[in-house]
Nanobody, 117 residues
Framework: QVQLVESGGGLVQPGGSLRLSCAAS????????MGWYRQAPGKQRELVAA???????NYGNSVKGRFTTSRDNAKRTVDLQMNSLNLEDTAVYYC???????????WGQGTQVTVSS
């Protein structure tokens, strides 16, 4: 019904940058909220950044000031620019979308980000 495909993960050194991208496709009239979560080994999935179609982005505390999300509503895409990466940012990053305020959540397959020297 709705597919989310991420790209851009990989290996980066501490202090480096990466950019993730996510594209939504399928039977979509509009996307209410779109963004990113991540899950590190042995930890719960946590919010990285999410943005509603008409609001400001909401960031997780651990990434504020370092990560920036940007949506293109017409293209149904969301990017995540990650700067000043540190070892604690290592995780699988999942693209997320919700089509309406109380609708179902959709998830991408995840992309691995590894920060290592």
């Amino acid at each position: 019904q709705v597919q989310l495909v991420e790209s851009g993960g990989g290996l980066v050194q501490p202090g480096g940058s990466l950019r993730l991208s996510c594209a939504a496709s399928g039977r979509i009239f509009a996307i209410y909220k779109m963004g990113w979560y991540r899950q590190a080994p042995g930890k719960q999935r946590e919010l990285v950044a999410a943005e509603t179609s008409s609001g400001s982005p909401n960031y997780g505390n651990s990434v504020k000031g370092r990560f920036t999300t940007s949506r293109d509503n017409a293209k149904r895409t969301v990017d995540l620019q990650m700067n000043s990466l540190n070892l604690e940012d290592t995780a699988v990053y999942y693209c997320y979308a919700r089509l309406s305020p109380v609708g179902q959540d959709y998830w991408g397959q995840g992309t691995q980000v590894t920060v290592s020297s």
